[in-house]
């Protein structure tokens, strides 16, 4: 079994509860999901370090640099995508492995 659905739910779900208290966009920002890839990997270094699938058939990625600073992205199956968080200070967290559900 891949670790990569533990790490995302290890790094996502901290991010989902406190990141719209401090990290949240005035403005939600949406359009094509390559162009905020064409963006923010000159300008700010960040390309996903993880995705899943949420049960509303939306994919959620995080970007992230090695500086630290991430994005959280959201592209709905009808194509938009739009940035839901954005912040600094990220880190990566030792994965563990505990019952599956």
């Known amino acids: 079994m891949s670790k990569i659905p533990g790490v995302i739910i290890a790094f996502a779900i901290p991010l989902f509860v406190l990141a719209p ?18 963006t923010l990997s000159p300008i700010h ?18 970007l992230a640099s090695k500086t630290g600073s991430w994005t959280i992205l959201v592209t ?7 940035v839901v968080a954005v912040g600094e200070g990220r880190e990566a967290l030792k994965t563990t492995t505990g019952p599956t559900a």
């Not at 709905?76 to 739009?82: E, H, I, V």
């Open 21 to 38: 208290a401090f990290a949240q966009p005035a403005h939600p920002v949406c359009r094509d999901r390559a162009k905020f890839l064409n």
């Open 76 to 82: 709905w199956p009808d194509g938009r995508s739009c």
């Open 45 to 62: 270094s960040e390309s996903p370090v993880a995705m899943g699938l949420a049960t509303d058939g939306s994919v959620v990625e995080i």
